[in-house]
């Protein structure tokens, strides 16, 4: 016996109504995140003790330089997800709700492309 409505049923959507690729989204960063994080954390270790030339050196790599990219883009898109979800689960007025994930996405897009801007600009020189 389902506990679903006949509407609910015929449109094949769950209660939410729209959590399916909110739910893959997240797994999928969350799997791009462990190969990135490892790689992160095996070169952090390896130029531990670096001066700044080498540092500089590193992230102006090409394949170092996509990496971090990426690392940063899956990184910053997971955290908003994540705090979609907590905001969605805990925040019941709507006004505050809506006002909190919109900030969440704007502090998130910000500060990646910040980021991004930053390993571009060390990558190219500039």
Do not use: C
């Not at 969605?88 to 492309?113: M, N, Q, R």
């Amino acid at each position: 016996m389902s506990t679903r409505t006949p509407l609910g049923r015929a449109r094949g959507l769950g209660s939410a109504k729209s959590g399916t690729g909110h739910w893959w989204a997240q797994r999928v960063t969350a799997l791009a995140l462990i190969p990135l994080v490892t790689w992160f954390v095996i070169s952090m270790i390896v130029i531990t003790g670096a001066n700044h030339e080498t540092a500089l050196s590193f992230i102006s790599s090409p394949i170092n330089a996509v990496l971090l990219t990426l690392l940063i883009v899956a990184t910053f898109y997971h955290g908003q997800l994540g705090l979609q979800v907590v905001i969605e689960d805990y925040i019941h007025t709507k006004w505050l709700e809506v006002t909190l994930i919109l900030s969440v996405k704007g502090g998130a897009i910000f500060l990646g492309v910040a980021s991004v801007y930053a390993v571009i600009a060390i990558a190219l020189g500039g």
